[in-house]
């Protein structure tokens, strides 16, 4: 076991941190975070952390890149100021999207990120919700990836809510909602999105499986501008589904997604606190806490005990 | 542009081989392949290959570890005898199901096998149809992974075969299917498969989708036992459809599969040679050959051209 | 000699990059950038580049992350679309002072960048005007590094400018200076920089060397804020210098410089276009271009002649 | 030192590993090992290992390239369930004889296979009697190589036996024959095989040395086909030696070895137990076991503790 | 922390190792160094140093290739006989000088050595005043860089020297002579080198700054045959300095450094003792010992504690 | 094929570099050589190499480190420069005899070296007789292995010499001189050392294998003092061989080999130019020359045309 626990905290998420912290019963590094005039990130850890278990946290929300580069500062100053063993904490892994080449000439940019990541220091990851499993191939390095179902589960049963169907918004998704259909005793439903013509526009699409009379649940790995999931809301009301939720693990809410969320038919929309909430919070939106989850991978992770079973229960550290 | 264009044939399918060498006009490097008394595999390249741009030729086929040790071992030779650039061609890529770790302490070995293929020489890699596009990411070597999806396009023009609805028979293939349908024009339906108790029998299960009174075309990466396949099969008659095919591009068929394809009621099964055929061929067996794809594929490398409209449009070299 | 020199361009400075491709007579590749929505960026190569020898131009300016994971993106596309050699083209180098470890636990990240931008797949790198020359040992890729200077002294001769003094407006920059100063003829001077108390206000300061009824020409490799420039401006001529000028490569131009250049007493501020200049040109600033000298050292990589008589003579393609 | 031994038993030597885990009184690792439908091999470890010390058992026997991918799968697995040390316990090292490169174009598998266990996630190997000694070196990790000599000194030191003259079969294992014929105070003699013609089957050959009215003892690395030591055998006889006995650590006996032996002239042949045996034992083998000596050196390794002593002296845990 | 503090002394500096050793109240590890009859060098560690930190002590002195060789060596034998982590302390870098590029077509020397030091097993460097800040970035392992600056200050507070301006004898020193300036509570000038016609004669220079009746200190990373330090000196005297000292880090005295240190108006010269004074001490030479700054480095290190307050304070163990 | 070949010389051996230069009518590259007055050596190539084929030729010869450091700075020079591509010529392999780790604690440094050309720029290697064939896989780049072989038997062959049993020195050597014996057709024969105590000097020993009324050949890769080849020399005469001669490919001669050459009965010994005669030489001595030998195999690398004919016949270029 490494000396001790010491969290790196990165400037894009202070208040998971500051949980996560809170939980772990210490207090972050001491580190001055730096902009240069010339645009330029820079930072100083201004404590003592030779052969210590460092623990850089940083999540990927806007200015992504900013806080990208910032990681990758945070953990080559940590390995050059000898550091026993880091590991990158990423609630959102940064451009986890980007993971197949369905184009000619495109990048994968979420395995560009995964190797920039040991090269700058990392000697393992600790994240949430990757959007395709394969990506934890991408890295060469160990990885555990928690998965916020356990999250979810744990609200509905606290809250004793009941949804009869698992939507997923798109094919990609079906076998994460398969998964969530299993441990929520749910049927199964997918939506088959066209597009008329070769343009951005996404269209209203068939619901393929019987969403009649049902409370539905809409799942997805994030949520960005929101547009698909507006969409399938309709959608699935209109083939007679009775109420509309969606839980959404990645809260990016981006553009006028809060606005779209306030005038839409989704009754509630519930995420996680993996990416701080821009914009204002609203009404319909839930916002469940991994930070309990996070700090219990990271305490197992620095006592070499199993995370396996993080996956299947409710946590308390 | 490297020298010669050279072919450095593995022994797992010499059959296709030909096919390929014929349509490229060539012949394969002369080479010896031993397997000593002590089960030791060897090769000699017995031509110059110095500054040649060779292509390594092996498939996926039992026995499966044999074939691949065979593949890294002239992988290493070619290399040391100075190989100008290598290029590792796997028709049906080793391990390639093995993409993600959904269990504690299992390994990915698709990215294992992805990186002893580096290891060993290769400079980069031409395959065909991952089981998931992420597998992509696994690699730091260029790939170029092709398609058979528009071999089966062309053979449904040429034949003039009509399908109304694309199945995919489990959730983790919906986005394939879901291109398929795509190409085909036709509607998309998926099968949601249940187990009731924890053994490892798959139960039948329901249909998401619409299938009634259509023509049901099951589209999968591979077939290996077909368990999952003929269960999908009897499903979808009995929720209404009029016949039912299925295109799968490799075509493992392992244990008793072909028995169990003559008695099923699938009306026919097409597939590639991208392995050679295990057990004898049945009538209700269509197999669409590959070769071509990947000899225009191997030239287009070789001359430095985009291999991207051999995604789009029929190919002749 | 690799197929053909084909410019991929990043979006950080598009009139650099069209002069240099005037030069050269070709037209940048065709590349889509996009912004997602959740601040991912991405970019799509929209011609076949295999085997080519691609040059991949992007400058550091504000904002420098988001031009540092372009450029990042680029060369990962680059890569895996099977680029014959790729060259990273940086007039002005991301991070160039954060070159050495002056206090405890502080990154060097210009090491980092080097190391990031060999891993995203640069086989070589051509830059201007390093911070200090030792940058050049951080990487393990062949760099070409380009002097501005003769640039400066072309100017200074065509312009027939009249200088006795140069002078390094720090300890770090004297040796520049020095070789400034034997290329125009002139003695050397060095400001020795005081701060007063522990904060971060640089004062006035000492000037080492004599500048008295000198016309002064201060160097530096580049121009953030100002401050420092505009102080050393102010001893010099109290110290009796006749005229200051100054001749700066990198013209960053941070916060309120230009409205401070405006009201200094600094006769001519003498930049490249390195980096596009942010915010209105001003009647004190001279820009020497640097294209012509980025489009010889393109076209010497690209046929293997020597880049080393370019710090000599003044250069046209 | 790491938390604790853990074995990780691969399934090619069921006994010796049993024999391994008595001595050093613990239990292997629970772990299960799959052999899909599809050929494709797969393990799942089933209990924690997370910075523990792990040694992965696996020996070289038939069907050799199906254990050697269980050992590189086995060492993927327990590198990313964050194993804190791994080492490859390997009795009879794979491709040994694959050392060098004697004809043009062909591999050196031995370098091969000591690479892709490294990339496998090895940290270490322990192993015994390479066939040469400059194998040590084909490795960028740290091997300890243990001698089955001084095992096979303390058993003719038990059982009084006596031999006059050691015999090298060939020229290659003069050497190893030499260290031998010095610990048990003997002279030394070498075969010199002639070969007729080109073709593959050997000649009896000449005797180089003194062999008359002596007991001979033939010592090798291994004994595969038999073919050359039943041949020297022949050839020690009649060049007047009274009897012949044979030594080799590595027991592969391949073909029709054993049948032969029965009828051979051969004494005794002692062998190791570092492989299993194959076929049904014959009264004239006598079995060593190296369990002490593997499990000795596993303890060390672990404890931090010499291991050189062991090559000098009879060993007990 | 590792298991224990193991000295490897290298055969360069007996002395300094020795005094390094006392005040760690250590012995050196037996060793055997071995110059074969054919100049190969060999060396046999005769102690067990498995999982021990292990610090192998190596200047860089006259024959440099033979001691460099050496440390290469004793890095890779103590690398595979399985030491717990290796820290290569060099007091003197080897090729320090050569760190950039600044003719065509040259090496960058002190890249190659940082690569190689880590390639031949080191896992850390702990060194003293490198020529250029900037030579940490060549390093991709961690690096920890002391300064001899605190051993001279305490030296001058404990003699009550007094010195009123600190010299720095070229441009590329001035930083280094700012910072000792700054700590002592002096001004500052630099000498100005001419040299009137392209050969390899320095001749006197101007000197920028006031010296006039002035104490002068000349400071510097390193003598070498002194001819810089000579000429300045007597240029200082010229320009009206009362008295003229020098601080050298190192003390290489090459040539006949010691004879012309004899003639000339220096008053006195104080290095440390960094690497073993060739050639006779002189009345005229004081000598600073580093090994307590070594020491304590060493320590440091070993228990993780932070190096920085190393720079700022004298230190006793 | 690179644009053109370019030899860059070491200073270790002219005169072979000129026959080998004189063979592929060419002139080495114009290269500046320093030895600084601290001891550092310096390289500067007077010539543009970019995208050239380089042969860096550098063989070992005392001082043995001096040339080593030359080596690898010539590579890192040659690789920074942007050379096409790079081949490490080295006639006599530094540490070749370091191969292997036949006592606890020390080093093989034939591997280190191995890794270090490859570091410091190597492509490849072309290289003569190693100590033992298994050096070949210390390398991960492609090596190719002259063998001196050819060039003696060409030499018996228009000398008419005849030699009746070849006798290889040790048992390390019996398998090289096996292959001698039988490309001369001779009988083989071993000498089996022993010292009677536990010092260095070695006492005469028996001779395995029959010399009687015979001209025996002694063959051993290189002579260093050659202690053993006198006193085998001795023991073969006193068992009746009727003279005795010797081939040894490099020729160290250390010590007063030369002396006792003189004054031994060794009536002819054969070397190679490998490595430049050190001392004067002796009438006994016969030097072939692998000049063409060495010319062929950089022509042939160059042009892309198999080395392995080389091995087989006599060669001209």
Known sequence: MMKDIKILAGTSHPKLIQDICKILKTQPLKVTHTRFKNDNLFCRIEENIRDDDIFVIQTSVKPVNEYLMELYIML???????????????????????DQKDQPRIPITARLVADQIALAGADRVLSLD??????HGFFRIPVDQLQAQAVLVEHVQQTKRKFDVVVSPDAGGVKRARAYAQRLGCSLAVM????????DRVYMGFIIGDVQNKAALIVDDEISTGQTLFHTTDSLLK???VTVSAFCTHAILAGDCLEKLKKSKLEELIVTDSIPLLGKPSAKITILSVSSLLAQGIMRIHKGESLSELFMHPFRI
Not at 192 to 199: G, S
């Open 76 to 98: 080559d100053t940590a390995k050059y100021a000898s550091a026993g063993r880091i590991t990158a904490v990423l609630p959102y892994f940064p451009y986890v999207r980007s």
């Open 130 to 135: 990757f959007h395709s499993p394969q990506v």
């Open 192 to 199: 088959d999105k066209r597009r008329e013509k070769n343009d």
């Open 239 to 241: 083939a007679g589904a």
